[in-house]
């Protein structure tokens, strides 16, 4: 398993444009067109299939993740992985029961409803601890791990909605279980798995973007 780990890192690097001669990485910047295609090529997938993850690819696409850059090297970060699917169908069973009535149940609560996580079969919490850089940090991480997923085949999506539900009374059990460090609040949860979807990219507005003279 290790040296799957390793030669899939590998792979992920070269990708990322990382390039290693006799061990001393390259003094000069490379970009690459995969990475780029990459970037244009995710999409959030909100339809998945039943099949697992491989921890090989979790381990990779979290590794990704911690690699982002960060505020003053901090790393006040925490990375929980759950891929458990009794946890999953538990945590999902206690969450059903605070939405139903709601406008949130009718949303979620479809004929193909297996879990509250988008149907994935693995998720990835991130939590921080508080600061005026924390959002931004996890932000970076967030894209690292998406980016990751996707040249490995996998879909993801960001999902803010379970997060009240796990700081609730009622989500305590769940929220203890990922054993956060003291003072360590939860930013989002991210769904992966293998897609059943593949939607077309919705339409960017680029007179966002302005060169200042």
């Given at each position: 398993?290790?040296?799957?780990?390793?030669?899939?890192?590998?792979?992920?690097?070269?990708?990322?444009?990382?390039?290693?001669?006799?061990?001393?990485?390259?003094?000069?910047?490379?970009?690459?067109?995969?990475?780029?295609?990459?970037?244009?090529?995710?999409?959030?997938?909100?339809q998945?299939?039943?099949?697992?993850?491989?921890?090989?690819?979790?381990?990779?696409?979290?590794?990704?993740?911690?690699?982002?850059?960060?505020a003053?090297?901090?790393?006040d970060?925490?990375v929980?992985?759950?891929?458990?699917?009794?946890?999953?169908?538990?945590?999902?069973?206690?969450?059903?029961?605070?939405?139903?009535?709601?406008?949130?149940?009718?949303?979620?609560?479809?004929?193909?409803?297996?879990?509250?996580?988008?149907?994935?079969?693995?998720?990835?919490?991130?939590?921080?601890?508080?600061?005026?850089?924390?959002?931004?940090?996890?932000?970076?991480?967030?894209?690292?791990?998406?980016?990751?997923?996707?040249?490995l085949?996998?879909?993801?999506?960001?999902?803010?909605?379970?997060?009240?539900?796990?700081?609730?009374?009622?989500?305590?059990?769940?929220?203890?279980?990922?054993?956060?460090?003291?003072?360590?609040?939860?930013?989002?949860?991210?769904?992966?798995?293998?897609?059943a979807?593949?939607?077309?990219?919705?339409?960017?507005?680029?007179?966002?973007?302005?060169?200042?003279?």
């Amino acid at each position: 398993m290790k040296n799957i780990l390793i030669a899939t890192l590998a792979c992920i690097a070269a990708i990322f444009g990382v390039l290693y001669f006799t061990g001393e990485q390259s003094k000069e910047p490379t970009t690459t067109a995969g990475a780029i295609e990459t970037i244009m090529a995710r999409r959030s997938i909100r339809q998945y299939t039943e099949q697992s993850v491989e921890r090989e690819k979790l381990e990779v696409i979290t590794r990704c993740g911690i690699a982002a850059p960060n505020a003053m090297n901090k790393q006040d970060w925490a990375v929980r992985v759950v891929d458990s699917k009794e946890w999953i169908d538990r945590c999902t069973k206690a969450y059903v029961e605070t939405i139903k009535g709601t406008p949130t149940g009718d949303y979620l609560l479809t004929p193909d409803f297996r879990n509250m996580f988008r149907n994935a079969p693995a998720v990835i919490f991130v939590a921080a601890l508080p600061s005026d850089y924390a959002g931004v940090n996890c932000g970076l991480m967030g894209e690292n791990m998406m980016l990751a997923a996707c040249e490995l085949g996998l879909g993801t999506c960001c999902l803010g909605m379970p997060i009240p539900f796990l700081n609730s009374e009622q989500g305590a059990e769940f929220r203890e279980s990922l054993d956060l460090p003291e003072g360590y609040v939860l930013q989002y949860a991210l769904a992966v798995g293998y897609p059943a979807e593949q939607p077309e990219a919705k339409p960017r507005d680029e007179s966002k973007i302005r060169f200042v003279e």
